[in-house]
């Protein structure tokens, strides 16, 4: 029983991995900015960017084309202190970014 319990949970962690590791096809968002952070938002919701360099050179309002994994957590990310609460819908890490017209 034992081996079949180890190659379950084996299974289990390889899944969770995956889900965390996939990369998204290339999405049009907006860019947001805030004193909590930098986000891309789609019709689904906001997306928490954990490595906000990738957005650096963006505005906030900006529209931009881009691909980006889901993430468990930001590491890098430091305690703001800001008072204002935004919602999201989880956490993910810019591959690719790159700007584009609104007509686009």
């Known amino acids: 029983m034992r081996p079949f319990t180890l190659l379950l949970v084996l299974g289990i962690l390889n899944v969770h991995c995956k889900e965390e590791a996939a990369e998204t096809g290339e999405q049009k968002v ?34 931009v084309k881009a691909r980006f994994n889901q993430v468990a ?3 890098e990310k430091s305690q703001l202190n800001c008072e204002l609460l935004h919602e999201n819908k989880g956490l993910i890490e810019v591959k690719e970014i790159r700007k584009i017209s609104t007509g686009n």
């Open 73 to 75: 957590r930001c590491p």
């Open 30 to 63: 907006q860019v947001i900015k805030d004193c909590t952070g930098d986000y891309l938002r789609s019709a689904a919701g906001d997306l928490l960017i954990c490595n906000s360099d990738a957005v650096a050179a963006f505005r906030n309002g900006d529209f």
